[in-house]
């Protein structure tokens, strides 16, 4: 099993430039998040999917999009970077909705210029 | 409003040592505190975790010890190892799966 991967590993935008975070688990999980990763400021919930269908704000969702594209892949969209989303983006899953254990993809480092 | 507060923020251990590191939370409504270990260019993984019921849990090298009264938890490495640098965050979770507040992280070297 591969876990939780994500594409791309790295990407450098320039401000109002759009891409989409990929991400994928095969461990049949219901719950998929995302987080970014600031110096000092620990991990933070942009957005989170309970199960398959279902989407919801978290912590920081300003500027972010996301789909659940199926059970398996959860996507993370910026419509128009700025540079404060430059961070460390991370996608996770949890086996349902009570999964306390999270189970988190390699990362992706974002810089907005 | 920060919820879970970590320190320190980095801890430099001679190998064989105790590694120390405190956090402190706020909510009373959390139940579940686990701790996140991450080495450089990876995603953090589960290491140990604690429900507020018990006072310690002990695996391996590695225990938690819970004040529920202080609001206070910690995380010592025992026989601290080169192999242990890592950044480690504690977290604190209640109810839903969503509600997971993490600390800041502390980056651990441990030096031969």
């Known amino acids: 099993n591969a876990g939780v991967t994500q594409t791309p590993k790295f990407q450098v935008l320039k401000t109002g430039q759009s891409m989409t975070l990929q991400c994928a688990q095969d461990?049949?999980?219901?719950?998929m998040y995302w987080y970014r990763q600031d110096p000092g400021m620990g991990l933070r919930l942009i957005y989170y999917s309970a199960s398959e269908g279902t989407t919801d704000k978290g912590e920081v969702p300003n500027g972010y999009n996301v789909s659940r594209l199926n059970k398996r892949e959860f996507s993370l969209r910026l419509e128009s970077a700025a540079p404060s989303q430059t961070s460390v983006y991370f996608c996770a899953s949890s086996e349902n909705r009570g999964g306390r254990t999270k189970f988190f993809g390699p990362g992706t480092r974002l810089t907005v210029l | 409003q920060q919820q879970v507060k970590q320190s320190p923020q980095s801890l430099i251990v001679q190998k064989g040592g105790i590694s120390i590191i405190n956090c402190a939370y706020e909510?009373?409504?959390?139940?579940?505190f686990p701790w996140y270990q991450q080495f450089p260019g990876k995603g953090p993984a589960l290491l140990i975790a604690?429900?507020?019921?018990?006072s310690e849990k002990k695996e391996g090298r590695f225990t938690i010890s819970f004040n529920k009264s202080a609001k206070q938890f910690s995380l010592h490495i025992m026989d601290s190892q080169p192999g242990d640098s890592a950044t480690y965050f504690c977290?604190?979770?209640?109810?839903?799966?969503?509600?997971?507040?993490f600390g800041t992280g502390t980056k651990l070297q441990v030096i031969p």
């Open positions: 977290a604190a979770q209640s109810g839903g799966y969503q509600k997971v507040t």
């Open positions: 461990m049949n999980h219901n719950s």
């Open positions: 909510n009373t409504a959390f139940d579940y």
């Open positions: 604690i429900r507020p019921d018990v």
